[in-house]
């Protein structure tokens, strides 16, 4: 069972078929008619006029937050942020865009918290360009924010001409958990991501959506980068297998975290939150290390990762079934309690 993340979905048969008999044409001369229809359909779920199929969701994040700040300005966002933590530093090291940060406990971010680090300034102070908001939050526990949070801040950027980017990398277990098109989130941002190769189980993609004019830069901003690919609508057709297939069912994969973390706290009352938002539950490990317990839990054929020095993440995902989450939620259970 391997918990570690839901980027360890396998294409279906019924997607790998989608693959195998997809239109293809080279994408660099705008030619590939899946990738165009998959891009399409992207722009409309996420109500933006266009999209842009990337290879990862940490290019498609180095592309919006590029589109949104200069070199020499900075990238907001919370100290927990996958732009931060996760890409290696890529905004400052290609780009020449530095961040700063707030604290939250779990990524879900209000209007003070990000006011409080803004500077509007330019002359003395370094002039942030852009705020960065994370939906659902990986770091945070899969936590969501708020649609009325993130239209507060949305309507914050717009007064002060700061652009919003949203990594979506997650936006569909977000709206799925609350019952909301993805477009409520979407047409709130500058640029919104949205990352096929999680949850949603296609092999590798991110889409990244912004008005036509910047997505019509980010196209050439990529090409520089080495990431303009040619028949990828082989790729493109796992992905709008993804969209038309995938998204509902992200709630059993909710219903399976919540049901592993009753487990853990049957066993262990504190060791998780009371709540799991969607598809990823943060354990605390206690006396144990999360090296311990990544190990222990290895031995009995369960996979999960180390996210602190106390802490480890499993993350559900449509490659395993609501029963082996419960097996899963007893494993770390006992491993916790020191039975294991
Ligand atoms: C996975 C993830 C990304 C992008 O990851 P890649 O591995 O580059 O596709 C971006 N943001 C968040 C929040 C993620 O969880």
Redesign the pocket.
Known sequence: MDLRSD?VTRPTPEMREAMATAPVGDDVYGEDPTVLELEAKGAELLGQEAALFCA???MA?LLGVWLNAQPGTEVVCDVKA?IVRAELGAHAALHGITTRTWVTPDGVTTLDNMESVVSLDGGHLVKTAAVEL?NTH?FGGGTIQPLENVRIIANYCAEHSLGLHL?G??LANACVALGLPLVDYGKLATTVTL?L??GLGAPIG?LLASTRENIARARVQRKRLGGGWRQAGILAAAGIYALDHHIERLAEDHESASAFADRVRAAVPNAVSAAIPTNIVVVETGTLTADEVVAAAAQQGLLVSKVAPHQVRAVTHLDVSHDECIQAGDIIGAILRGQA
């Open positions: 980027t990862t969701g940490s994040n996958h994370e990986n990594d990398a997650r990352c190769s999680k991110t």
